[in-house]
């Protein structure tokens, strides 16, 4: 069983930067790959960013390369995503998800990230 309790979402001007944080507690030990998704209203929930088991290969979509960095410590059982030049098209509900080695998910609570133009 994994718990994971997302932090940092808010207001922010276009432009501007947050950090996303997730700490998970739990079996930490069964985690492997760790996600961050975003859900906007009236969207379908996107993939934004992904990270292996030992934060050594990471993957973005295509709409944040470049401005999104995706990073784990273990020995923090955190994740997080740093946000930088905020566009108004990154406002959503931003969820990470931890997945096991056996195919099991589990998911935080979510987080609203929201930024003015």
């Known amino acids: 069983q994994v718990q994971l309790v997302e932090s940092g979402g808010g207001l922010v001007q276009a432009g501007g930067s947050l950090r996303l944080s997730c700490v998970a507690s739990g079996s930490t030990g069964i985690i492997n790959g760790m996600y961050w998704y975003h859900q906007a209203p009236g969207k379908q929930r996107e993939l934004v960013a992904s990270i292996s088991t030992n934060g050594r290969t990471t993957n973005y979509a295509d709409s944040v390369k470049g401005r999104f960095t995706i990073s784990r410590d273990n020995a923090q059982n955190t994740m997080w995503l740093q946000m930088n030049s905020l566009k108004p098209e990154d406002t959503a509900v931003y969820y990470c998800?931890?997945?096991?080695?056996?195919?099991?998910?589990?998911w935080g609570q979510g987080t609203q990230v929201t930024v003015s133009s």
């Open positions: 998800k931890a997945g096991t080695y056996w195919g099991q998910d589990y």
